[in-house]
């Protein structure tokens, strides 16, 4: 059941949950979310880059597909819309919610920006997914780690002035892997919560940060949590495995992949509480 991005965060913080967000890539890795999905009866929302694809159009139309063919809720994400033909093009693809990303802006021009989206897209029923403070990378950990990091005041007003469904927030956690130990500033979030009454909030770079990080920020008011790496490197593992029997059975190439993807996924799901919280229309 396809829907919006909004519908499912609201949901979450209503019940005091958290989503994964995982990043897909394929056909394979679409599969494997929608199966954890039904498997743990679980909202759930599909992150797509707009890099990830040569036909972003055609990719969407497979996920909408996939989606409307299962009864737990399903949004599908851009995740990090850089450019106006980003925009346009999710809107075109068919994604239910939409991530502007104008992070690295000063905040007046990120306010500007994001504005101009939420425009777009309110009409539309599309969400919007915003970040302000920036969510670095986890190679560059002792700088990014600590600058950068949402500011509750400004994050209120943030949302205030344009109007985005949720908001990506940088609280010490990174891209990709970490160079170092994450350090979540758990004070800040408690503020930042405090700050974003309704709103729904989003942590990006949750591969690596740690279950119990993980944990305590999804209690503490996160209902989104961006998932790649991690899952990436489960499915990596397993494969490894299988190319280590020099008889290995060649069919089992991908469902060997999908196994470590799904496994580590649905470790998140089980954290996050977010098993059987899907609900029918
Ligand atoms: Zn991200």
Redesign the pocket.
Known sequence: MLVTMKEILDHAKKNGYGVTAPNVQSEDTVRAVLEVAQEYNAPMIVDVNSFIHPDLPWFVHMIRDLANQVKVPVAINL??GKTYKDMVLGIQSGFTSIMV?RSSLPYEENVKQTKEVVKMCTPLGISVEA?LGH?GMGDNYAVDGVSNLTVPEEAARFIEETGVDCL?VAIGTA?GRYKGTPHIDFERLEQIVKACGDTPLVL??GSGTGDENLSKAVHCGIQKV?L?TELIVAGKEELVKFFEDPNFDKWKLIPTFKKGYKDRLAHYVKLFDQADKAWTK
């Open positions: 995740d990090h990303d970040e969510v990506a891209h990006h770079g961006n790649a």
